[in-house]
């Protein structure tokens, strides 16, 4: 039982700094503000990471270090759980390293296509019920999601004056969903 506690609390802690981290990534490859109360927020919960980390690594045009930042957390993460699950032999060759490694690289993956597929659902639902003008967070997550969504418009025309947009791309991210899990699995099969 006390097992399930630390991996709840583990979790926990991993779904507010590896998103915050990945948010601010984002957040700067599209150049939106940070003096909104997301980004004070998101750089509240990343500023003691990502600032040290930008001494080391310097990059034109991304934020590598909040890239960085994200897959140190997803480490630590999978660590700590596969450290209460089975201890540390799991790390104890460089075979069990490696998985480690895959499991965080592509367990980072999944945490983006999860967080797109929220970042997507809050904007349908904050599209229907909150306007963008009055709405700081409606305005950003259109920003946000316009990228996507632009992709998609261009090949798929209204029917019948409904945006069906943010369906398909909802779709297809769960389609890459299950590819990035099912490429998962055959890397750590190839990898025993």
């Excluded at 926990?12 to 003096?35: E, N």
């Amino acid at each position: 039982m006390l097992s399930e506690i630390l991996i709840i609390i583990i979790g926990a802690v991993y779904w507010l700094l590896a998103p915050a981290a990945l948010q601010r990534f984002y957040m700067q490859r599209l150049s939106l503000s940070f003096r909104n109360p997301l980004g004070q927020f998101v750089r509240a919960l990343t500023d003691w990471i990502v600032l040290p980390l930008r001494r080391i690594f310097k990059g034109k045009g991304y934020d590598w270090a909040s890239l960085i930042a994200a897959y140190l957390f997803e480490l630590a993460y999978v660590f700590l759980k596969l450290l209460i699950v089975a201890g540390l032999a799991p790390f104890t060759t460089p075979l069990g390293v490696a998985r480690w490694l895959v499991l965080a690289a592509f367990g980072l993956v999944i945490t983006v296509i999860i967080l797109m597929g929220v970042a997507l659902f809050l904007y349908v639902v904050l599209s229907w019920v909150a306007p963008r003008d009055g709405n700081p967070y409606a305005g950003m997550l259109d920003v946000m999601v316009a990228p996507w969504l632009k992709a998609i418009r261009r090949h798929m025309p209204l029917i019948g004056g409904v945006d069906l947009s943010p369906l398909v791309a909802g779709v297809l991210l769960q389609i890459a969903y299950l590819l990035v899990v099912y490429l998962q699995s055959m890397a750590l099969g190839l990898l025993h």
